[in-house]
């Protein structure tokens, strides 16, 4: 079957690092994308990774291993409008599969 | 236009009514597609759209959903019967082609039903 899994929450402290982990099961994977939500607000693209490695915007950088059907999603000097939840998702067949959800909640 | 338009932005519903969502997607989008959201849970895939053919529909959870595109833009979901399982958020977001998954879906702030 097709499924991705995330933790369901993760605290942190602004001004840190924190990783949020994706691992999937599917079969013909292209490529994993990371969104970001606010609470009550419009899904956003935050980036996407087709080939191993890193990828940086700014303070988000996002990781994939293909072989370990795993991926990361890397939030640098954290602030509070960071706090939201972000999900992973994979294409499949041309649309988006989505994982639960992880809620970031930043601590002052 | 500049985003994805979604009306209703909320919809109180008797259960057992029809109901009808409306979505515009940006302009030149040929891509759409409906999700469905509930209280802190995931995006759940409903359908859809290459141009007006819905090519993938296998998310609709039943009979009772459907959905159109006219004009290679306005797309209307429709519940009827709705029950209370129905209740949640509904997203829309449009792409300029199906491949361009790359650069991401521009999703609307939803349609938030309750069906009482």
């Known amino acids: 079957g097709q499924s991705l899994e995330q933790p369901s929450e993760v605290t942190a402290v602004e001004g840190a690092i924190v990783q949020i982990n994706c691992t999937y099961q599917?079969?013909?994977?292209?490529?994993l994308s990371w969104y970001q939500q606010h609470d009550g607000g419009a899904p956003t693209f935050l980036s996407y990774n087709a080939l191993d490695g890193l990828e940086e915007t700014g303070r988000f950088s996002s990781f994939l291993s293909r072989s370990d059907s795993y991926g990361y999603l890397l939030l640098q000097e954290l602030q509070m409008k960071d706090s939201a939840s972000y999900f992973c998702a994979f294409d499949s067949s041309y649309k988006l599969i989505f994982g639960s959800g992880t809620r970031l909640l930043v601590r002052p | 236009g500049a985003g994805v338009s979604q009306s209703p932005s909320n919809k109180v519903t008797e259960k057992g009514k029809d109901v009808e969502l409306r979505c515009d997607p940006i302009s030149g989008h040929t891509a759409l597609y409906w999700y469905r959201q509930s209280l802190g849970q995931g995006l759940e895939f409903l359908i859809y759209f290459q141009g007006n053919s819905a090519p993938d529909k296998s998310g609709l959870p039943s009979d009772r959903f459907s959905a159109e595109r006219t004009g290679e833009s306005v797309s209307t979901l429709t519940i009827q019967r709705t029950q209370q399982e129905d209740s949640a958020v509904y997203l829309c977001?449009?792409?300029?082609?199906?491949?361009?998954?790359?650069?991401?879906?521009?999703f609307g702030s939803g349609t938030r039903l309750t069906v009482v």
């Open positions: 599917t079969s013909g994977f292209y490529g």
């Open positions: 977001a449009s792409s300029l082609r199906l491949e361009r998954v790359r650069v991401g879906y521009t």
